[in-house]
């Protein structure tokens, strides 16, 4: 499918040159993560492995943690880019902190390839723990 609209073109790129800074030596998966913020600034994240593996850093979780220690919030959009045999979602405990931080945003899970697919944040984690279930 073509992007849904315009707006998400730069975000993609932004995504796909994140990718290329991948440390993925121990996987050989790269992944590259775009975050639009409420001012219209972009955020990238690249996922980071280590000889540890459980230290591994997604690289949607890269992109929001520069994103929030930068001071940046109002997240409206994200863009995942891998290069599968299926488009990349984001895995379970992104989606947690992408709900938390972000919201019900749309994610687009983009490959080099031009696949594209629209998802949202409230889908991908429906019935969601999170601060209002502290009360
Ligand atoms: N990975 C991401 O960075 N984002 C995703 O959405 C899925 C998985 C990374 C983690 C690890 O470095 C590699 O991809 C293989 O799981």
Redesign the pocket.
Known sequence: MAYPDTGWQELVSAAQSARLRAR?AF?G?Q?GAALLDGQGGIHTGC?I?NASYGL?V???RVALWKAISEGAGGFSRLV?VADAATL????GA?RQLIWEFCGDIPILLADLKGRCALERSGQLLPRAFDAGSLR
């Open positions: 993925a996987s998966f992944v996922n492995e591994t997604c690289a949607e995942v990349t979602p984001p895995c992104c």
